[in-house]
């Protein structure tokens, strides 16, 4: 899955990689790193999680149409073993959004951990759900949360089990629920 993800045809999870270790680059030569910086990381990495619950309840599975919703759904119409990886033009251009965002409220070098921290959570996020799309077995129970989490949004209930990244968000806002409740509700 490794191989497929990173030297695949999808050019996405590379170019990532090589803006995160340019930024990483840039924040090691602007100076030492202080607690701020890691208050800072763990701060984005938290608002990540949020930001994607939301974002995939919100919008990806809104009631208007509007073209996310409707790439979404193909994402959902497909096979759940179909390869899924954003394409590099939407995971270059939201980062860069988020890039600028946190160099216009933080300065220099903290949007820089700011922008690390958010490029990170991004890949973290695309490899998860690649990861989950096939069919190698998950190594771990946390991997196997993340994959049953995910094929209960695919096959059981699409309007629960929001949270991709970390499973336990939807324990918070109350959408991971049992199955059968889940069933019920359709």
Known sequence: AVNRFFFGPDNGPRIILVLIT???TSRISAGSFTMIDTVL???TTVFWWF???FLHQKLLHSQTNWIGKEIH???HDHSYFAVSI???PLMVGWLLVAALVFRAILPEPLSCTASIAYACAGM???WTHYFVHTRVKPPNEFWKRVRDHH???HQVNSNFWFGFSLPM???LFGTNPPIAKARRKQ
């Open 169 to 171: 968000v939807d324990d």
């Open 73 to 75: 759904q193909s994402h």
């Open 151 to 153: 094929v209960r949004h």
């Open 51 to 53: 930001q994607e619950y």
């Open 124 to 126: 973290f996020y695309e």
């Open 86 to 88: 954003d394409p590099a």
């Open 41 to 43: 990381f763990l701060g």
């Open 22 to 24: 340019g930024m990483v």
